[in-house]
């Protein structure tokens, strides 16, 4: 039987198909920019979008989540900086590496071998455009005065004095795929305060600053004659608008990642936003976080590359007590947002972050998903997006992101499980509802503490939480689950022993299978 079409239905058939399959090819084909904006110490309650009860306004994330997707289980590889900037540029969990606990400072050696492959080597294997801005705290190797020159880890002022500025400085972001790198060392209240712009110190440190502020604070340093603590934040995102100014038409597309020093320490919100919270100066210093990245996204959206620009924004862990987290409780106000603990901690405040992500060619408005995430998980995607085959030996904590994008239904959870690291070296996996915890306490700087041993006295050994019944982590049910805590110890000490939480051949981690924090395994 033979029928016959209009012209003009055949005519929008044919368009319809065409718009169709272009849609497609352009997904899995064209490439987009890629944004990371990494904010520093803001806590999951800090953003509106993520808290309904949140004091503290910010409209401009607010706005991006609802352009994009908001994940409401994403979380850091750790509790604190160092360790989450290591998952996010290598896909890989940092107790792999040599840093087992705590952090690096400004005078920090490069903790990211060059042989590593990162987020921004395989983008920049695949065409990319690449650029750092902001706050590194990875460790680069400062030039010295001499080759025998050492002195203190650079927790204090005379551990600085050896430093020649005028060397260049070696193993710094350029040799991990970075074509463009500027920021500093450490955090902003880390010694030195020195700006660094691919591989050389934009000017030679001339005085020393301190600030012994209650919120204000950085310790003594030497301090170069650009470098204006007040002005950091704001001067990394007119460097990073101007960034994708500058090659929002180019052929190929670009990767910045925007690192911010803030709202960590020292909270230094601009004259501008000082007592516009009405809670403290550190929600006053988000508020203006919060306008920046409401600039940096009318940016991208005047560049004419919004539809094809992919931006992530997140914090590399819970908010800190240096905040002041009990004048914002007073004032209604929950940086954790009903979770337990804060920055530093095994506990959910510690690691469980906001985290939005905008893509519009790709991405559903006001799309959520619930999804257990972590950090690491960027390398892999980047891998997806450019069609990079991942080896064995790279990102071997990461997964892909890509389905989730789309909103895919899945057979299986997303991650097998998700590993938890706190300041002190303590770990907890998650998979599910339930998180086992490997340690008494909180592993970090809330109660009860590590080195509080009356507090930790007759607690168990290790936690166990059914977060959909109990997300404060109130109610330890390690005593009656000891199955589920056996089978989840198991599969941490299989991530562990084989070097990856992955599929794929068995790795080996850089320190091999023995420190303290392994007590259940090492005895």
Same mark, same amino acid.
Request: aromatic share 12%; with cysteine.
């Given at each position: 039987?033979?029928?016959?079409?209009?012209?003009?239905?055949?005519?929008?058939?044919?368009?319809?198909?065409?718009?169709?399959?272009?849609?497609?090819?352009?997904?899995?084909?064209?490439?987009?920019?890629?944004?990371?904006?990494?904010?520093?110490?803001?806590?999951?309650?800090?953003?509106?979008?993520?808290?309904?009860?949140?004091?503290?306004?910010?409209?401009?994330?607010?706005?991006?989540?609802?352009?994009?997707?908001?994940?409401?289980?994403?979380?850091?590889?750790?509790?604190?900086?160092?360790?989450?900037?290591?998952?996010?540029?290598?896909?890989?969990?940092?107790?792999?590496?040599?840093?087992?606990?705590?952090?690096?400072?400004?005078?920090?050696?490069?903790?990211?071998?060059?042989?590593?492959?990162?987020?921004?080597?395989?983008?920049?294997?695949?065409?990319?455009?690449?650029?750092?801005?902001?706050?590194?705290?990875?460790?680069?190797?400062?030039?010295?005065?001499?080759?025998?020159?050492?002195?203190?880890?650079?927790?204090?002022?005379?551990?600085?004095?050896?430093?020649?500025?005028?060397?260049?400085?070696?193993?710094?972001?350029?040799?991990?795929?970075?074509?463009?790198?500027?920021?500093?060392?450490?955090?902003?209240?880390?010694?030195?305060?020195?700006?660094?712009?691919?591989?050389?110190?934009?000017?030679?440190?001339?005085?020393?600053?301190?600030?012994?502020?209650?919120?204000?604070?950085?310790?003594?340093?030497?301090?170069?004659?650009?470098?204006?603590?007040?002005?950091?934040? &704001?001067?990394?995102?007119? /460097? @990073?608008? #101007?960034?994708?100014?500058?090659?929002?038409?180019?052929?190929? *597309? %670009?990767?910045?990642?925007?690192?911010?020093?803030?709202?960590?320490?020292?909270?230094?919100?601009?004259?501008?936003?000082?007592?516009?919270?009405?809670?403290?100066?550190?929600?006053?210093?988000?508020?203006?976080?919060?306008?920046?990245?409401?600039?940096?996204?009318?940016?991208?959206?005047?560049?004419?590359?919004?539809?094809?620009?992919?931006?992530?924004?997140?914090?590399?862990?819970?908010?800190?007590?240096?905040?002041?987290?009990?004048?914002?409780?007073?004032?209604?106000?929950? &940086?954790?947002?009903?979770? /337990? @603990?804060? #920055?530093?901690?095994?506990?959910?405040?510690?690691?469980?972050? *906001? %985290?939005?992500?905008?893509?519009?060619?790709?991405?559903?408005?006001?799309?959520?998903?619930?999804?257990?995430?972590?950090?690491?998980?960027?390398?892999?995607?980047?891998?997806?997006?450019?069609?990079?085959?991942?080896?064995?030996?790279?990102?071997?904590?990461?997964?892909?992101?890509?389905?989730?994008?789309?909103?895919?239904?899945?057979?299986?959870?997303?991650?097998?499980?998700?590993?938890?690291?706190?300041?002190?070296?303590?770990?907890?996996?998650?998979?599910?509802?339930?998180?086992?915890?490997?340690?008494?306490?909180?592993?970090?700087?809330?109660?009860?503490?590590?080195?509080?041993?009356?507090?930790?006295?007759?607690?168990?050994?290790?936690?166990?939480?059914?977060?959909?019944?109990?997300?404060?982590?109130?109610?330890?049910?390690?005593?009656?689950?000891?199955?589920?805590?056996?089978?989840?110890?198991?599969?941490?000490?299989?991530?562990?022993?084989?070097?990856?939480?992955?599929?794929?051949?068995?790795?080996?981690?850089?320190?091999?299978?023995?420190?303290?924090?392994?007590?259940?395994?090492?005895?």
């Amino acid at each position: 039987m033979n029928i016959n079409f209009p012209n003009s239905i055949l005519v929008c058939l044919i368009l319809l198909v065409f718009s169709c399959q272009q849609k497609t090819d352009k997904q899995k084909v064209e490439k987009p920019n890629i944004i990371y904006i990494l904010a520093d110490d803001l806590g999951y309650g800090d953003v509106a979008a993520f808290n309904e009860n949140s004091k503290i306004k910010t409209p401009h994330l607010d706005r991006l989540a609802a352009e994009g997707m908001k994940f409401t289980d994403a979380h850091t590889s750790s509790s604190v900086c160092t360790p989450t900037r290591y998952g996010i540029i290598t896909g890989r969990y940092n107790w792999r590496s040599k840093l087992k606990n705590g952090v690096l400072t400004g005078k920090s050696k490069a903790l990211i071998p060059n042989t590593r492959t990162t987020a921004a080597s395989i983008l920049k294997k695949s065409g990319y455009s690449t650029a750092y801005i902001g706050k590194w705290h990875l460790g680069w190797d400062w030039g010295t005065k001499d080759s025998t020159s050492e002195s203190g880890e650079g927790w204090n002022f005379k551990d600085f004095d050896k430093i020649d500025y005028s060397k260049p400085v070696k193993n710094n972001p350029n040799d991990l795929g970075f074509d463009y790198a500027y920021g500093h060392c450490g955090s902003l209240d880390m010694a030195p305060y020195v700006y660094v712009e691919n591989g050389m110190a934009t000017m030679i440190p001339d005085s020393t600053t301190v600030n012994k502020g209650k919120y204000s604070w950085w310790r003594e340093g030497h301090t170069s004659g650009d470098f204006i603590h007040e002005d950091v934040t &704001p001067n990394f995102f007119r /460097r @990073g608008i #101007k960034y994708v100014k500058e090659h929002a038409q180019d052929e190929n *597309p %670009f990767f910045l990642y925007l690192p911010l020093p803030s709202p960590h320490t020292p909270i230094l919100p601009t004259q501008e936003w000082q007592d516009k919270s009405g809670i403290n100066p550190y929600a006053d210093f988000v508020m203006m976080v919060d306008d920046y990245v409401g600039q940096l996204n009318t940016a991208i959206k005047e560049a004419g590359i919004e539809e094809n620009t992919l931006i992530i924004f997140t914090s590399d862990n819970g908010c800190s007590p240096a905040a002041k987290i009990e004048e914002m409780t007073e004032k209604g106000h929950y &940086p954790s947002y009903v979770y /337990r @603990g804060h #920055k530093a901690d095994i506990f959910e405040g510690g690691h469980r972050v *906001p %985290f939005i992500v905008k893509w519009p060619g790709r991405i559903a408005k006001g799309s959520v998903s619930d999804e257990i995430i972590c950090t690491t998980d960027f390398a892999a995607t980047c891998a997806a997006i450019t069609g990079y085959q991942l080896k064995d030996s790279e990102a071997e904590d990461s997964y892909n992101m890509l389905p989730l994008f789309d909103q895919k239904k899945l057979a299986t959870p997303f991650r097998e499980a998700t590993v938890h690291h706190s300041i002190n070296g303590s770990f907890a996996i998650r998979q599910g509802a339930w998180k086992l915890i490997m340690c008494p306490g909180s592993g970090g700087w809330s109660f009860p503490t590590p080195n509080n041993k009356k507090a930790l006295e007759g607690l168990p050994e290790v936690q166990l939480y059914n977060l959909m019944n109990d997300p404060g982590e109130k109610d330890n049910l390690q005593a009656s689950n000891p199955q589920k805590v056996d089978e989840l110890k198991k599969l941490l000490t299989k991530y562990i022993l084989e070097g990856r939480s992955t599929p794929g051949i068995i790795q080996q981690n850089d320190t091999g299978n023995s420190w303290k924090q392994l007590w259940w395994i090492n005895g």
